[in-house]
Structure formats: C-alpha cells, structure tokens
C-alpha cells in the first residue's frame, strides 16, 4: 500500500499533496502529511510504529489518549499561570473514527497533530536552549505528577530497566555470530572490556528503587533534546513529543537520558571521539530550568542519585548499542553495518568523561 494511500485514512480535509519523511528516530518511522484546500493547508506527522519493537502498538495509543486528556486538563487548570502556551501532540483519527490504522501486510499506522513553529535540534545550541529542555521536561514530570500509575500499562516492560540489558547481553555474547565479532575487531574487545569494568554500576538505580528509597513516577522514557520543541517565535521550549515510551519508571532515568543527550554537543552519531564531550554549562541550565519545575516534589533521596541516572544512562545506551550490533543490528535503525558500534563508542565515552567530572557535576545538583 502506497504511503499516500495510508496517509487518505486519516480525517484530514484536503488533498493530499506530498508525504516525506521527517525526524531522525532510530525506531519508527515518520513522515509529514500535507493536505491542501481551496483556502488552506493542514500538515499532519504520520507515523509507522516498529512492530518489532512495540508488540502491542494499541497499548501506546491507549496511553498517549490517556496522557494527554490529564495534562490538556491540568493544562486547562494552569492557564491563567502559564507564561507560555505547553503543546501537546494529539491523536488525528482514521476517517472510520479508529486510532490507528493497520495496513494489509499488518503494518501499524497512526496519525499527530504537528506542532508548527516550533522544532527540535539534534544538539543543545546554547545554555538557554539547554534551560528550556530542561523546563520542559520538569513541567512534563510535574504536570503527571498526580496521575494514576494504574492507569498505564507500560508498552516496553522493563525499559531502562539495566541489569535487564546486562542479562540479554551476555546471552547474546555466548552466540557464535557474537564471538566472531568480537575476535575479529579490537574495538568491540575495547567495549566488551569497558563493559566488564562496570558491571557493578548497573544496579545503581534499581537497588535504591527495590530498597523503597526511589519510587515510580510517570516518566517520558526518551527525553533525548531532539524530542523536546522550541518555539521558533519566543525560542521557548513548547513542547516533548514521542510520548510511546512514556509510562511508570524513575525520573532519573529521564533526567539521565535528558542530561547524555544535551550535555554532549557532538551529538549521538559523532564518529570522532575526541569531540565527545559533557557540558558542565549545559548540565547545570538544564538542571535549573528542570528543578525550576520539578524542584516541588522531589525528595532529597532523589536528587542524591542524579549524578549516577547520567552516568547509568550513558552507559546504558551504550551497552543497548553494542548488544544490537553484536546481534546484528535487530533493534535499531541503521544506515550501514557499524553504525551502532559508532553510536556505542560515543556513549561509553560520554560515560568515561561524567566519570571524570563526577565532582564537578555532583556539585551542579547540590546547588541548583
Ligand atoms: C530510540 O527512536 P528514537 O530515536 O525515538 C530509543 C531510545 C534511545 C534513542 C537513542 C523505543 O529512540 O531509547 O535513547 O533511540 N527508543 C526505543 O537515540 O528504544
Ligand atoms: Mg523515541
């Protein structure tokens, strides 16, 4: 079935004039819809869901529905307050009223609003840019501070959850196409070995988590600074998208996810090591837009383990690379062969150089 075809099940007036991929996901995939009338234009983001990854792609649906009715609610609530106008992507329906779509080979289609004027960069640009991710993802945690965990079914159990990771890493190393890899490159032996040094970090969160020291909050679970919109007007941040991995989990795990991801200003895909690096003045705006809205209810039990959800999540990241490419690359999208050995290269030493500045950057939660 043609892209435009799927694109005409979806309730939009107009006609359809061009489908073209958008965004750099390394799991859906995505495309922007245009439609034209006599008078308009409506634009819509259409969405292939990773079927492999999301067994249960109406779970994430069902979610999303339920995320945004609570935030557009406290939203509503919060109105006269607000110094800015918080988005939200919501569902577009199928012309027969359905969610989603599911085409004739079985693959998964839904539709979102597209938040204009606004975008996402694949790296923090400045200090203030780095502030308004941050204020975005505390306004997130805050605003579903209150909602009901019950409510949700998590789409990925287990997500972020690392000694999970560790576990499916080392039966994936007992394959034989694993251990071929790994005699015929001395850059995977580096990593496999990097990974050996750390295997106690891997329940940095979780004990504290099963000690009752850290609880579950509803999380985003991909924070990453290409998903957080800036307003191109008032260069605000407006708005976090890619709500399907949002359910219950640690907030560390997105203020670590949040933090990897902005504090390196090369970027995921770097193939250089030498221009890996973590920003200390990207760190700390971050954390003071974040805290500027988070700071409400978080105990001091959490922010004690923030410097370790930076290093973990790095770290995790990673492994969850390297396993992929070890496996054969099954998980995440990818342009040729080594790409995922190359994103995993550039985690490990993000996690290298937080280890370096764990002073600096302990410091930074202390005082913001
Ligand atoms: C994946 O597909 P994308 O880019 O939104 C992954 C995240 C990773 C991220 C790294 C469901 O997100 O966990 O942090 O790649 N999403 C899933 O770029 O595994
Ligand atoms: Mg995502």
New binding site residues.
Partial sequence: MSLALIARQFAVEGRLVAVEPTG?????ETYLAIFRTTFDEHRIILQKI?RS??KRPEVIMENLRRITAHVHARLEREVEEADRIWQLPAIVRCRDGCDWFVDEEGQFWRALTLIDSARAYDVARSAEHAYEAGCVLGQFHRLLSDFDLSQITHP?PG??VTPLYLARYDETLRTSRAREMLCSSVEAQRLARFIEDRRNLVRCLQDPLEAGELQLRMIH??P?I??ILIDDYTAKGTAII?L??AGPGLIHYDVG?ALR?LGNPAG?EVERLAEVDFDLELCESFCRGYLRFAGEFLTDADRAHLYDAVRLLAFE?GL??FEDYLRGNE???VRFAEQNLR?ARVQFRLCEIVEARERSIRSIFDRC
């Fill in positions: 750099s996901g390394n799991v859906n990773n990854v999301f990925l997500f972020h679970g991909d990453k290409n998903n890619d399907d991995t996810d991801s995921e990241l969850r690379f998980y995440f999208r994103r």
